[in-house]
């Protein structure tokens, strides 16, 4: 071999090295480029719009969590938030994920395997038969939705499922897919479309419910339920039968899956408790989820049971139902008017909120503080017979007087003159302020200050807040405001004092006597009817141990309603709305300590018979008593020395006429001596009311606070 010919398969081997060398070279820069313009379209992506994509419809739901009312999205949608865990149906979701990922929990956005065998799939048959996407990579579609389908479209798809993946867990994922999968229309999710074709939230599905909430977001507009059934009803019985192939549904199943027939009409979203939904939306902001303390069960009832009494009372007739929670205060059920929707009766004025005549529906209060004072007992004689003050003359409903009687019974028949005689005795600027003090806003006429008058329905007022009033006496003399909305500063709501505990239970107790409604259980609810002025206002308010429940009758407009009245009107159905509460009435508390049960042969002299301001007789120029000492709103330090038990007090009286009897907090203690001085052991630390009642009636009280 010649030099020559062994140097020439060096050259060539140079040469080859060359250029592998030159083409690797023009290949890593090539790769380096497409990398480059890669990773700059990605990052000419931008971020996530995951922001956009959590929108959803404000939604408003019960203390339990069930949905009272949803909201559309200002472009008309509906897109309710979805929990999967707790939402929706696992068996919908085991089929969801056979069909479209059966791989969901595994690939990390993109999946090879089902892009392969997409491909495959399309090759040998001519028909695409399963998808490649992955959810992740239809939530990304969703997201950014684009009308073009190129591989730009699918390969910006697969970015941004990746990009999914790294941020969101696989439950947020899923989550966020059934909020958004399209199914025809404004409908969008899962939720929406459960509620809007089967009438349900998506908790529990049938299989063919299933299936046909898995096919419609495929083609959601060719397969609208309300234009194309036979097109929808077809593409589901194709899930099914595909589940049937890869043996995740039996043939059974699918053949009696296949028979139910689909749905073609979509119902309307449900509108429960529309007035405090709305309430609600307009106070608390920018909350795509509203928690309300109502029942939503309890809720539906009295709808119902407001509907059905509107209709039979007439036709421009309302009725609103108000019950709360006597714990609490947590409203349970609030029916503003028996239909929303009705412009006759004004449906979207909430007249559980509107300013009314209350009628005799304050006189309880009336009762209480009487018995606060220690002037009367519910077992004391009072005279219902003519009687004027000033220029105003009261008169019952009926026209009649009963004569004498005792003060339960003038509660209880509702009679106007001694609820009169006891008011100028309490006085009405007292009652007023007591009230508010109460948390009730009471509304007087213009330039008009606190009068008689309020005593018979002289005042405007709401029929929460006599609801919150009546809530009252059922906590034995304190008030809550009332909530609604519940919110992380609930605990900021502290009792308001509406009268002492003593009174209050005896008003309760003399109101669960008061005789019921024809056919109705006597002795198991407390509760006062009223009527306003020339027939404008029916109202009941009624309560047990448990629950307070407020029923308003009228018409909106305020027009008299001649016949409609409170006991006729209000009360039947203030008693139905006990009985569609589904418990039995709860008995009221026993009496507080201290309490007065006596007839009335055992009262103390005084207690035995009111008798008015201006019947006082008195002889001797003898002056109505009056409490020296101790004085109005002092503080007395009656502690004894090194810790020993409270020392005795003495109490100083001037004027009256003896026997005088001594009361502290209600209770009757003894006799004022004959120098007009008495010892009397103090109850304990905290305010303590001192009253003396002489033998005309007459009577004086100071409240004292013992430390």
Request: hydrophobic share 45%; proline share 8%; glycine share 8%.
């Amino acid at each position: 071999m010649s030099a020559t010919s062994a140097i020439i398969p060096v050259v060539r081997r140079q040469r080859r090295w060359r250029r592998l060398r030159l083409a690797g070279a023009v290949s890593v820069a090539a790769g380096l480029f497409l990398i480059g313009s890669f990773a700059a379209w990605v990052v000419s992506l931008g971020p996530l719009p995951l922001a956009q994509a959590r929108q959803v419809s404000t939604t408003v739901v019960d203390r339990n969590g069930k949905l009272l009312r949803a909201y559309a999205m200002t472009d008309g949608r509906w897109r309710l938030p979805v929990d999967a865990k707790t939402n929706v149906d696992p068996g919908y979701l085991k089929l969801l994920i056979a069909y479209e990922d059966r791989r969901f929990r595994f690939h990390a956005g993109v999946d090879p395997f089902a892009l392969g065998r997409a491909a495959l799939q399309l090759v040998t048959r001519g028909h695409i038969v399963s998808g490649g996407s992955t959810i992740t990579m239809q939530l990304a579609r969703l997201m950014e939705p684009r009308r073009e389908r190129s591989v730009y479209a699918k390969l910006r798809q697969m970015v941004r499922a990746l990009e999914i993946e790294r941020q969101l867990t696989k439950d947020q994922i899923l989550d966020l897919y059934l909020a958004l999968a399209p199914y025809g229309g404004n409908l969008e999710g899962i939720r929406a479309a459960s509620i809007a074709y089967f009438g349900k939230e998506p908790k529990r599905l049938s299989l063919a419910e299933s299936a046909l909430l898995v096919a419609l977001p495929q083609s959601p507009e060719n397969r609208r339920l309300d234009r194309y059934p036979d097109v929808a009803h077809a593409a589901r019985d194709r899930v099914l039968d595909r589940m049937v192939e890869d043996g995740h549904v039996s043939a059974e199943d699918a053949a009696q899956a296949k028979e139910v027939p689909v749905p073609r009409l979509r119902k309307p979203m449900p509108i429960l408790a529309p007035h405090s939904a709305d309430q609600a939306v307009a106070t608390v902001k920018d909350m795509p989820l509203i928690r309300l303390t109502l029942d939503s069960g309890l809720q539906k009832n009295l709808e119902a049971l407001a509907r059905d009494r509107a209709i039979a009372l007439g036709p421009n007739i309302s009725v609103a139902i108000i019950a709360v929670d006597n714990d609490s205060a947590d409203v349970l059920a609030r029916v503003g008017s028996p239909d929303y929707f009705d412009d006759r009766r004004a449906g979207q004025v909430d007249m559980t909120r509107a300013v009314r005549s209350p009628g005799s529906t304050l006189k309880p209060f009336i009762y209480g503080l009487a018995f606060e004072d220690g002037f009367v007992h519910p077992e004391s004689l009072i005279d219902d017979r003519p009687i004027r003050f000033g220029s105003y003359a009261p008169e019952n409903f009926d026209m009649t007087f009963q004569g004498t009687v005792p003060v339960r019974k003038a509660l209880q028949m509702s009679l106007n003159v001694p609820a009169i005689a006891l008011l100028d005795r309490v006085g009405a600027s007292r009652l007023s302020s007591r009230l508010k003090q109460a948390g009730a806003n009471l509304v007087l006429p213009k330039d008009e200050a606190p009068g008689l008058a309020m005593g018979l329905g002289g005042v405007g007022i709401t029929l929460q807040d006599l609801v919150q009033l009546y809530g009252g006496l059922a906590r034995l003399g304190s008030t809550r405001p009332l909530r609604e909305v519940m919110s992380a500063n609930d605990a900021a709501r502290e009792s308001l004092r509406l009268m002492d505990p003593v009174a209050a239970w005896q008003v309760g107790n003399v109101l669960i006597g008061t005789p019921p409604p024809e056919n109705a259980v006597h002795n198991r609810i407390a509760f006062k009817t009223g009527t306003s002025y020339g027939y404008r206002d029916a109202w009941s308010i009624g309560f047990d141990g448990r629950i307070t429940i407020g029923v308003w009758v009228g018409r909106p407009d305020g027009a008299p309603a001649p016949g409609i009245v409170g006991r006729t009107a209000a009360a039947p159905i203030l008693f139905d709305a006990f009985a569609r509460t589904g418990k039995l009435p709860v008995p009221l508390p026993k009496p507080p300590k201290g309490t007065l049960v006596a007839s009335n042969a055992k009262l103390p002299l005084p207690l035995r018979r009111f008798r008015p301001v201006g019947e006082l007789v008195r002889t001797g120029g003898e002056q109505a008593p009056h409490i020296q000492f101790p004085l109005n709103g002092s503080r007395i330090d009656a502690a004894g020395l090194d810790g020993a038990p409270f020392s005795a007090m003495p109490v100083k009286v001037a004027g009256g006429v003896l026997p005088m009897t001594m009361l502290v907090n209600g209770v009757a203690v003894g006799e004022i001596d004959g120098r007009r001085q008495r010892l009397v052991d103090p109850p304990g630390p905290g305010f303590a009311r001192l009253t003396v009642i002489d033998a005309t009636g007459a009577a004086d009280t100071v409240v004292v606070r013992i430390q």
